[in-house]
């Protein structure tokens, strides 16, 4: 079977420990047999009723992961200061009179950052055809919190309402307390945009919802949604790697691994207009699921059944992904 042309290259980053293990298994049983790629290699250092996927876009800037902490030692007043670089007046806010020790944070983020995000999540939900639900607190962090709100209604009445509209798709802002409800009573099918806090945690407990971290993939995209990096969302799975290293066997799941390729692949397709590319994939992909839903799964997803239900190795449920591929790629 001749193999199928990718235009050019794709840019592979593998991960640590046994990410890295599962990584080049997973392109030397699955993707080198059937693609004639140029891979430019790098290394840096996935709820019984979801039957849709569940789209957490993160906002992966500023807020706590870029705060600046105090940790005071007694009685004294914390205050909050901007001074403006063009030498105008400082905005000076008196944030507590502490009567004793305790801690303090400040944190930020930008104007156009936010709009930057809010249209990075209204391409990516174009692209899938979703609606999109942008989730803050901004009844308590009325400023900050109302800032994300106003920026994407702002971007989203500019630039994006007439798209939406013309595909019967809707955008809403909620307060994440009433999200984090309703996404545990939807049956998935949207894009929940979210602060980088909320993000972290909410990616998590959806992934766990699913069945497995092993099931998560990201998606990283640029504003424009022109530049895009997928990968797998789990870490480096250290206690199964250091199993590997004493040459035992793993049932690590490989899903989101495997999906890190195949959303770097169908983007490339779609940027090349080479729709073979897409197929091979979406193939791909359609195995992975089927696989499972057969009864072949890693142990991560078999215990969700009963701690008696049978699972593959890692290796095992990769070779049984290849069979059944090469079987429908005939």
């Not at 994300?148 to 019967?168: C, I, R, S, T």
């Amino acid at each position: 079977m001749p193999k199928i042309t990718v235009k050019n290259p794709v840019v592979e980053m593998d991960g640590d420990e046994m990410t890295r293990i599962i990584w080049q298994k997973i392109r030397e049983k699955l993707i080198l047999p059937y693609l004639d790629i140029d891979l430019k290699y790098y290394v840096p250092r996935l709820v019984g009723h979801w039957d849709k996927p569940v789209v957490v876009a993160r906002h992966g800037f500023g807020d706590q992961y870029k705060a600046s902490e105090i940790l005071f030692p007694g009685p004294g007043t914390v205050k909050l200061t901007y001074t403006p670089a063009d030498g105008g007046a400082p905005i000076e806010k008196e944030v507590f009179k502490a009567p004793g020790g305790g801690v303090t944070l400040a944190m930020y983020n930008l104007d156009d950052s936010i709009r930057g995000f809010a249209r990075a999540c209204f391409n990516y939900a174009l692209g899938r055809d979703y609606p999109v639900y942008l989730s803050t607190k901004n009844t308590i962090l009325k400023v900050y919190d109302g800032r994300f709100k106003n920026l994407f209604q702002e971007v989203f009445d500019a630039e994006f309402q007439a798209k939406f509209d013309a595909k019967k798709l809707t955008y809403e802002h909620r307060l994440i307390d009433d999200m984090v409800a309703a996404n545990l009573k939807w049956a998935g099918g949207y894009l929940w945009a979210c602060k980088n806090y909320d993000g972290d945690v909410q990616s998590d407990t959806v992934a766990q919802g699913y069945g497995s971290l092993g099931l998560m993939t990201s998606v990283l995209m640029s504003p424009d949604g022109k530049t895009v990096e997928a990968e797998a969302a789990h870490g480096t799975v250290t206690r199964h790697y250091r199993l590997h290293q004493q040459g035992k066997p793993t049932s690590t799941n490989p899903i989101a691994s495997i999906y890190a390729w195949t959303r770097g692949l169908i983007y490339r397709g779609k940027m090349d207009s080479t729709p073979d590319v897409v197929q091979f994939a979406e193939t791909l992909e359609k195995v992975c699921v089927d696989l499972v839903e057969s009864g072949k799964m890693t142990k991560d997803l078999a215990i969700l059944i009963s701690d008696s239900t049978p699972f593959l190795t890692t290796d095992e449920y990769l070779d049984a992904v290849g069979a059944e591929l090469k079987r429908r790629m005939g």
